[in-house]
Every structure is written in C-alpha cells, then in structure tokens.
C-alpha cells in the first residue's frame, strides 16, 4: 500500500511560482502513473497533470497547460508539481494520487495524499 503526502503548499501573491511535491512510501511509484488534482470548496475534484511511470509523457488541462510543470524523481519517490504565474483561481487543495493506468479520472486512481492548501491572493 503506497502512502502519498504532499508538501509546498501556501500563500502566495498573484503571479508567483509555488513546487509541490509529494512524497511516497510503503511501496515504489515508478510502477503507477502520477496525477496531480486540485478541489476547492464547493467544486468536484478537477485534474490538473499526469505523468507517466518513466516520465516519458505528460499531459494538463487546459487550466494549467503552459504555466505547470510535472516531474517526477523515480530514486527519489517524489513526484513535483511547479506551479507559475499563478492565479486566485488556482487557489484549493492540492493532492497527489497513483494510478495504474494513464488516466485523468480521479475515481481511477487507487492512492491519494491528504492534500495541501495553495491560495493565491489577487
């Protein structure tokens, strides 16, 4: 059973740049697919990035496409979530989770992270 905790979250000014990572244990990540989502209050989990088990592709929404950045560090077991030019609408909580196939619904993915807080002040 893989366990996911995520770190990097916080305040930040419009504009600015945060690096999320989440960090795995009790079992590797270099045999799942990693994502990353987002869900603020009131609103359904939203996928934000994949990437596959080598980091050979990866793929956004539309909402992040340009200014995020995954990346993972497979010896590390440690995926990395760079956020740039950030909006207040960026502003949720932010979690990491594992798959075992390429997929950007949340209900297919089997390990979540508890999630950090990013809010972007305008």
């Known amino acids: 059973q893989v366990q996911l905790v995520e770190s990097g979250g916080g305040l930040v000014q419009a504009g600015g740049s945060l690096r999320l990572s989440c960090a795995a244990s009790?079992?590797?990540?270099?045999?799942?697919?990693m994502g990353w989502f987002r869900q603020a209050p009131g609103l359904e989990r939203e996928f934000m990035a994949y990437?596959?088990?080598?980091?050979?592709?990866?793929y956004y929404a539309d909402s992040v496409k340009g200014r995020f950045t995954i990346s993972r560090d497979n010896a590390k077991n440690t995926v990395y979530l760079q956020m740039n030019r950030l909006k207040p609408e960026d502003s949720a909580v932010h979690y990491c989770?594992?798959?075992?196939?390429?997929?950007?619904?949340?209900?297919?993915?089997?390990?979540w992270g508890q999630g950090t807080q990013v809010t972007v002040s305008s």
């Open positions: 009790g079992g590797t990540i270099s045999t799942y697919v």
């Open positions: 990437i596959t088990r080598t980091g050979t592709i990866t």
């Open positions: 989770a594992a798959a075992s196939r390429i997929t950007t619904q949340s209900l297919l993915y089997d390990y």
